[in-house]
Nanobody
């Protein structure tokens, strides 16, 4: 079992930036992929970005050119750098980790983009 704890959410003005962090309770080195998803009330959770154990990162069209995903294996942490934020980026952001035979989710962190 592994716990994922997100942090870094909050209120930001349109055009601003935030960096979300996802700290894992154990080593993230062997996760097949880690990623970020987001959800707004009444809608399904949607993919934002992912970073595999090896290979290229992936982004939703809405996140391309504005968001970046990275990880620090020494800190067991995955980051989502969000720039040029828009009001429709407002959502609860969830961290996700995929291992062989298991998928883990964090509790989420609220991001609100508003003036």
């Amino acid at each position: 079992q592994v716990q994922l704890v997100e942090s870094g959410g909050g209120l930001v003005q349109p055009g601003g930036s935030l960096r979300l962090s996802c700290a894992a309770s154990r080593s993230i080195f062997n996760f097949l992929v880690m990623g970020w998803y987001r959800q707004t009330p009444g809608k399904q959770r949607e993919f934002v970005a992912s970073i595999p154990k090896s290979g290229s990162t992936a982004f939703a069209d809405s996140a391309k050119d504005r968001f970046a995903i990275s990880k620090d294996n020494t800190k067991n942490t995955v980051y989502l750098e969000m720039n040029r934020l828009k009001p429709n980026d407002t959502a609860v952001y969830y961290c996700n980790a995929v291992a062989l035979g298991a998928t883990y989710w964090g509790q989420g962190t609220q991001v609100t983009v508003s003036s």
